[in-house]
């Protein structure tokens, strides 16, 4: 472990919030959206573009044009050129339109978008999110590996 990867362990352990993480993860979960990607999943490749079919609420249709994506009925369409498939997901690197030079949100008074609020250290330790590489929960997830309390 190098002493960068160390002292982000160090600032973990210390910190219970996401918001002064920012400085280190400067809201990598902001900066695109994913989906899970199973064979009963429904996602048409094209040579331009992307269509997922997903069960459409209110919210996230908004969370979706939030982000750039265009909303057709039950269906997310985003240009192939911001998709990445890995071997279970499909990244979409379309950031958050509210999303502030300093990493915070614009449209909540605490700089911390609602569905944040739902990402604890406990529903990253139960696996219920998909946390980015550099979240704060994925620091501490680590910090439990290595004491051997995961």
């Not at 990598?28 to 069960?55: A, K, N, Q, T, Y």
């Not at 996230?60 to 985003?78: I, K």
Request: charged share 30%; glycine share 4%.
């Amino acid at each position: 472990m190098d002493s960068d990867e160390k002292s982000l362990l160090d600032a973990a352990r210390e910190c219970d919030d996401c918001v002064p993480w920012l400085k280190h993860c400067q809201a990598e979960c902001c900066r695109g959206f994913r989906f899970r990607v199973d064979p009963l999943s429904e996602v048409e490749r094209g040579d331009d573009e992307v269509r997922i079919r997903v069960r459409m609420t209110a919210d996230l249709r908004r969370y979706f044009e939030l982000h750039g994506a265009s909303v057709q009925a039950d269906a997310v369409v985003v240009p192939a050129s911001y998709c990445t498939f890995t071997h279970d997901r499909l990244h979409v690197a379309m950031p958050c339109t509210a999303l502030r030079p300093d990493s915070l949100c614009s449209l909540h008074p605490d700089g911390k978008p609602e569905g944040c609020s739902s990402l604890t250290f406990e529903t990253a330790r139960d696996r219920a999110y998909y946390i980015t590489p550099h979240c704060l929960f994925a620091y501490k997830l680590r910090l439990l590996a290595d004491e051997g309390d995961v």
